[in-house]
């Protein structure tokens, strides 16, 4: 029953991204040749607002519905993380969305999964290779 | 009913995205869906072999249940949502396209030339969605973030991480997109 509420925002965003054309491979190529407006627009306005909304939110000091302060912690500092990792997820992203989940919608299961699987064979790799260097138990998102 | 079916435009679109992030900040979470590729290596028991794997993955159960719903919403959307035209790309990209081998330009979501089960069958088909998969894979996890948890969540909060991740995005994209899709198709 608590889920429900993450349920219904999962359902709205993905509605949101297919009628947005954000999931479409076709708008990010053309983002990424600066021949269309229409992902800036998307990602700027997105930002835009939230950014207003996120400030009216420390202003007014407004709970969350646990009872805290409703704000985002900050991420852990670094550069050659964020960069190198920006630059490999780009590279991947051109092949194939942002947004795994919403595959399955057109193109199956199989293909779906097939696509998750190697991204999390990825991301398993990644951190076996990493595993002693850092500590990383309070890493998000 | 006629704007529902048809595409939405962008000032419409990231004002609505950037509420999905407000409503799940106010439910005391935070937007992100790469990092359901970590509770997924974790729940399968990625952890047996590393310490990154090994956290509480029960805490993370909500951020599924929103990539459900991301499916259900973006299946709903396909199917009950839409009017069916094709995506109105600029004329430019429609010649890029054409020059590269890409025959049916915004006709679908999805080129048919990489995700038709049958460009999925050949060899170079498949080496393009695994290598492809990890390369999203390892990078989110690297930088922390997808294009939600970065470039929505991350700007709005003007976090330093994310416009480095973000710029690393467009590096990588630009790359690929000028660079080596051409030597692939």
């Given at each position: 029953?608590k889920f429900l509420k993450f349920l219904f925002v999962g359902i709205f965003f993905g509605i949101i991204l ?47 519905s ?32 942002p947004w795994t989940h919403v595959?399955f ?35 998000r998102t | ?15 609505l995205i950037a509420s999905v992030l407000i409503l799940l900040v106010l439910f005391g979470k935070t937007f992100g869906m790469s990092s359901n590729l970590r509770t997924l ?16 993955w029960k805490a993370q159960r909500w951020n599924l249940v929103v990539a459900l719903g991301a499916v259900i919403g973006g299946f709903m ?68 973030g997808c294009t939600s948890g970065?470039?929505i969540t ?32």
């Open positions: 029953m297919v009628k947005s054309e954000a999931v479409s491979w076709y708008r990010i190529f053309e983002m990424f040749k600066f021949q269309s407006f229409h992902m800036y627009g998307i990602i700027g306005s997105a930002v835009f607002t939230g950014a207003t909304a996120l400030w009216v939110i420390k202003k007014f000091k407004i709970k969350n646990e009872g805290s302060l409703a704000i985002l912690s900050p991420k852990e500092t670094g550069f050659i993380r964020y960069i190198m990792g920006g630059i490999i997820f780009g590279l991947g992203i051109r092949r194939r969305l595959y919608i057109r193109y199956r299961c199989v293909r779906y999964a097939n696509r998750y699987c190697s991204c999390n064979c990825g991301n398993f790799c990644l951190w076996s290779f990493k595993k002693q260097t850092t500590t990383l138990n309070n890493f | 009913m006629e704007f529902i079916l048809k595409p939405w435009p962008w000032y419409v679109s990231g004002p290596c974790s729940i399968g028991g990625a952890g047996k072999y590393t310490s990154f794997f090994r956290f509480d959307a396909t199917q009950f949502l839409s009017d069916n035209s094709n995506i109105k790309l600029s004329q430019q990209t429609i010649d890029d396209l054409y020059n590269l081998g890409f025959n049916t330009p915004g006709n679908t979501i999805l080129p048919p030339e990489i995700y038709s089960l049958q460009s999925i069958l050949t060899i170079k088909g498949i080496a393009i969605l695994i290598i492809a998969g990890f390369l999203v894979g390892f990078g989110t996890r690297y930088a922390g970065h470039a991350g700007l709005s909060n003007f976090q330093i991480p994310s416009i480095i991740a973000v710029i690393g995005f467009f590096i990588g994209g630009l790359l690929m997109t000028h660079f080596m899709l051409p030597l692939i198709f």
